[in-house]
T-cell receptor
Framework: DSGVTQTPKHLITATGQRVTLRCSPRSGDLSVYWYQQSLDQGLQFLIQYYNGEERAKGNILERFSAQQFPDLHSELNLSSLELGDSALYFC?????????????FGAGTRLSVL | AQSVTQPDIHITVSEGASLELRCNYSYGATPYLFWYVQSPGQGLQLLLK??????LVQGIKGFEAEFKRSQSSFNLRKPSVHWSDAAEYFC??????????????FGKGTLLTVNP
């Protein structure tokens, strides 16, 4: 168990809908990262937050947004969902935002858009 | 931009046989390298990492990896595979500005099947 908790484990929804994925980092970790794992693109970095502030962006669509709350949990919001958004979404956490560090991953949320 | 190539999509080995999973990276500066394993329905678990120093690194579950800068490789090895090692293995390079490795770039993964 990595200590990173993601809910829900599975999410089934329809095209055009909006969903929210939640992540609780390991105790004491201030950085949260979101990744998307799809069959065609593999594992891709989406976005990073550190202590409530956005620190880095990867290949995140404009329809997607994220935030980190004062209690350090993070939410990834996906809107106007398309079939191609079906994927496994991972959250990872670490104790810093700079320098060399290890990212610890949650079990993921599997999103199915029908 | 950094990239990672795992040439083998799927490898099948017999239980007790040795294993080597290949990983090649492309990155202009000093790479921070990782191997993660993903079992069905599980998240990504860190097997081992290379930040600096000794180029042969030991990890959990009896795995080791060797960093070869001249070949831009970071291959994962295990002398004797167990049935429980069946999973998907991902090599990743960490890169970012100012010596940070905030962004992990992953290879496409190698699926390992273990025959009894």
């Amino acid at each position: 168990d990595s200590g990173v908790t993601q809910t829900p484990k599975h999410l089934i929804t329809a095209t055009g809908q909006r969903v929210t994925l939640r992540c609780s980092p390991r105790s004491g970790d201030l950085s949260v990262y979101w990744y998307q794992q799809s069959l065609d693109q593999g594992l891709q970095f989406l976005i990073q937050y550190y202590n409530g502030e956005e620190r880095a962006k990867g290949n995140i669509l404009e329809r997607f947004s994220a935030q980190q709350f004062p209690d350090l949990h993070s939410e990834l919001n996906l809107s106007s969902l398309e079939l191609g958004d079906s994927a496994l979404y991972f959250c990872a956490s670490s104790d810093r935002d700079r320098g060399i560090h290890i990212q610890y991953f949650g079990a993921g949320t599997r999103l199915s858009v029908l | 931009a950094q990239s990672v190539t795992q040439p083998d999509i799927h490898i099948t080995v017999s239980e007790g046989a040795s294993l080597e999973l290949r990983c090649n990276y492309s990155y202009g500066a000093t790479p921070y390298l990782f191997w993660y394993v993903q079992s069905p329905g599980q998240g990504l678990q860190l097997l081992l990492k290379y930040f600096s120093g000794d180029t042969l690194v030991q990890g959990i579950k009896g795995f080791e990896a060797e960093f070869k800068r001249s070949q831009s490789s970071f291959n994962l090895r295990k002398p004797s595979v167990h049935w429980s090692d069946a999973a998907e293995y991902f090599c990743a390079v960490g890169a970012g500005s100012g010596g940070s490795n905030y962004k992990l770039t992953f290879g496409k993964g190698t699926l390992l099947t273990v025959n009894p």
